[in-house]
């Protein structure tokens, strides 16, 4: 069974900090992997799509991806209160992701 | 490009009766998911269709839910014989067609509660 594992949370970090989110994944042949930002009682919002090891940056977000330890990241720099939402970690190797539990971020001023 | 709509936002009904709701996906993309999302955990995957063609089913979906996709443009989603258990966020997301795993974007839901 395809996992995709976060810590639900909370994961709290004042301003201006960087925030950092988490996420294994069990299917050695996923390819493809996609963080979501999900506010309360909203659907989820893509922020970044990452599919070759390393990383890749977009404005103040960073995804890391890490094949060989199964291992995908989020860093927020400059963290601000309305960063404050649910992240979902999402990957897949077919056309289906498997989504994570999502991790509660609380950015308090 | 409107993005992802469904519709209704919102759905209370009694248990027992029947829902159906509908999702129109970003013009130009070919695939069409739906997925169901309870407090606390991640989108679970419920079907999947390419055009119209319906590819994938989960093997959580009961017999009770069908969804369509008659033009491989808009897609309903019915549930008959609603039950307290089905009370949650119905997802729609959409994607084009690509090699692997697409990026897929989400409409805003379809909050069903069943009393």
């Known amino acids: 069974q395809k996992e995709v594992e976060q810590n639900s949370g909370p994961l709290s970090v004042p301003e201006g900090a960087i925030a950092s989110l988490n996420c294994t994944y069990s299917d050695r042949v996923s390819q493809s992997f996609f963080w979501y930002r999900q506010y309360s009682g909203k659907s989820p919002e893509l922020i970044m799509s990452i599919y070759s090891n390393g990383d890749k940056e977009d404005g103040r977000f960073t995804a890391q991806l890490n094949k060989a330890s199964q291992y995908v990241s989020l860093l927020i720099r400059d963290s601000q209160p309305s960063d404050s939402a649910t992240y979902l970690c999402?990957?897949?190797?077919?056309?289906?992701?498997?989504f994570g539990r999502g991790t509660s971020l609380i950015v308090h001023p | 490009d409107t993005g992802v709509s469904q519709d209704p936002r919102h759905k209370i009904t009694k248990r027992g009766q029947n829902v159906t709701f509908r999702c129109d996906p970003i013009s130009e993309h070919n695939r069409l998911y739906w997925y169901r999302q309870t407090l606390g955990q991640g989108p679970e995957f419920l079907t999947y269709?390419?055009?119209?063609?319906?590819?994938?089913k989960s093997r959580l979906l009961s017999d009770r839910f069908s969804a369509e996709r008659p033009k491989g443009s808009f897609s309903t989603l019915e549930i008959q014989r609603t039950e307290q258990g089905d009370s949650a966020m119905y997802l729609c997301?959409?994607?084009?067609?690509?090699?692997?795993?697409?990026?897929?974007?989400f409409g805003p839901g379809t909050r069903l509660t069943v009393l």
């Open positions: 997301a959409s994607s084009s067609q690509g090699t692997s795993t697409d990026t897929q974007y």
């Open positions: 269709f390419q055009n119209e063609a319906q590819l994938e």
């Open positions: 999402a990957g897949g190797g077919s056309y289906i992701p498997t």
